[in-house]
């Protein structure tokens, strides 16, 4: 087990002349506008985007079961998802929210960054939220790409209702599922690059035709055009008890991918997602809802699959929507699994979970990264799901009340954003927040009603990730504590070395360390057993900052600490991939001899057991050295050559 603890996770020490560490706020390369807005609405928008396939039919569900689909609750229903599309979406994302971006990042790490950057300091509360915040996140991430690819598949049994007496489509939906997912999660090994160029034009394809669809009904029933009066929504909401409440917890499908928008604002930026949502998105969504609704209106029979049932019997148009659809449902899950990737890296670099191998599959692009672990745990999660509740339906019921809870501890940071960043007054601040945390809590409170039917799913997911991620840092902190007690600070061996020289041999020989104050443990190895020097010692520490990238020119910190030893600090952002011989080449332009031929990387390979007397209980120990089993190897992780490493390994009590 290759030495856990290499990178140093979390605000870096500031510099010796207390200089800070300059970011790059413009890490991304410029494009222009409208390619980005399209780049925007293919990769961002697929979840939110092909959330009518199933989000009002679920809504009316409730009141259908309860022999009360009036059009009070078809205009209450359709009311309150257009303003949860305008108030939720729009007023706290697209407008609030991507203004709380952390140099040109978003998303809940991101922010959970910012917000401890603000107050100066690693508070626990923060910490916790944003811990929080990314295990739910986690959690309902598994069940998008079941639910959407499910909803678009199963419109093959509505729309071929005229074969029915040949074939039972609906005996195949459950296999062509698995085999969509399966392909799906197959190719992201090999990179998404080449075909994520297409998902701009179809997913702009399917806003158009799902807009145009529903304008064509608004005119069935004129009048579900109430439904833009919010007096509508609410009264529904206020008057029918119980029912409005099961109502609203539905509702809040239509807008479990608004996370997306905040979480993916580093690869298009603000102003082109802004831009797609309000000029493409939000309308097409708008039409389409009111167009279900009218349909519905006219022909109450339509709420078995009111999205489908738009479609004109024309020809092959019924099956050209369900193909479009289903299209877009896999864009849409193909953009849940790059944002899992992602948030995983971040969670990595974080400290939040051990290191694990991470492939770039794009040379131009540093955002194409392929982690194959999470692969395979999403696919597995993924196909459980599909053939445990067989029907998209059934799993509505486990969908959103993780990202409900997400939702929470995004407004909870935010606060603590506008406060102490954005320096606003309390008496500004917490009315402001208010106003979208009560929303927020409705949602959650809405939805805590499905944790029976299947929303413990979810919260299962996310207390696994939970635990895994406190862990992980609990077990670090404490091997880092009992390692710094057990070390010799740098400079007393250094003084010792003077006094008693070993052999000297010819090189550079680079020690990693996760503390550059005290001697590596390797390189006390190195000395009790092969009893040498190299003439030149580099200690070199990575440190991941509280923001997304760090500049060349503030990469390093560079410290001769004697003749023979040098400490050198490398300082990444959160967003990036250390390469370390890639940092130490470019050091040579500072004057550091550095050659790779003549280099050796001392890596301490750490074997973890466990102790009697740990500070943590029996199974977190024992989940503990599980998951140091599960990380990489620090050549792989740092980019280091397996041909100039040399191990040395030592067994650790916790």
Known sequence: ????????????????????????????????????????????????????????????????????????????????????????????????????????????LSLMALAQSALGRRAQVVFLLGVAGAALFSGDAIITPAISVLSAVEGLDLVTERFKNYVNFKEYVLPITIAILVGLFWVQSHGTAKVAAFFGPIMLAFFLVIGALGAIHIPDAPHTLYAFNPLTGLRFLFHHGWLGFAVLGSVFLGVTGAEALYADMGHFGRLPIQAAWSLFVLPALLLNYLGQGALILSDPSAIDNPFFRLAPEWGLLPLALVILSTIATVIASQAVVTGAFSLVRQAIQLGLLPRLEITHTSERQEGQIYIG????????????????????????????????????????????????????????????????????????????????????????????????????????????????????PIRDLIAMLEKSKPTKVKGTAVFLTSDPNVAPAALMHNLKHNKVLHERVLVISVVTEDVPRVSLAKRFEIEKLSDDFTRIRLHYGFMESPRVPAALAQLRKTGLKYDIMTTSFFLGRRSIIQSSGSEMPGWQDKLYVALTHQAANATDFFSIPSDRVVELGARVTI
């Open 1 to 108: 087990m290759a030495d856990n603890t290499t990178a140093q996770m979390g605000r870096a020490e500031p510099s010796p002349a207390g200089a800070p560490v300059e970011t790059s706020a413009e890490p991304h390369a410029k494009a222009p506008l409208p390619a980005l807005v399209l780049g925007a609405i293919g990769v961002v928008y697929g979840d939110i985007g092909t959330s009518p396939l199933y989000a009002l039919r679920e809504s009316l569900s409730h009141a259908s079961k309860a022999g009360k689909l009036t059009p009070e609750a078809i205009i209450g229903a359709t009311s309150l998802l257009i303003y949860a599309l305008i108030f939720t979406v729009t007023a706290k994302y697209v407008l609030f929210l991507m203004r709380a971006d952390n140099r040109g990042e978003g998303g809940i």
């Open 373 to 488: 672990r999470v692969n395979r745990l999403l696919l597995i999660g993924v196909l459980i799901l599909v053939v445990l509740f067989k029907s998209s339906s059934a799993l509505a019921s486990a969908y959103g009340i993780a990202v409900t809870g997400t939702m929470v501890t995004t407004t909870a940071l935010a606060f603590v954003v506008v406060w102490k960043r954005w320096r606003w007054p309390l008496w500004a601040a917490i009315p402001f927040v208010a106003a979208f945390l009560i929303v927020d809590l409705a949602f959650l409170a809405a939805n805590l009603m499905k944790v029976v039917d299947g929303g413990w799913v979810p919260l299962l997911l996310a207390a696994c990730s939970m635990v895994v991620m406190w862990t992980w840092v609990r077990g670090t902190q404490l091997l880092a504590e009992k390692t710094h007690r057990d070390s010799i």
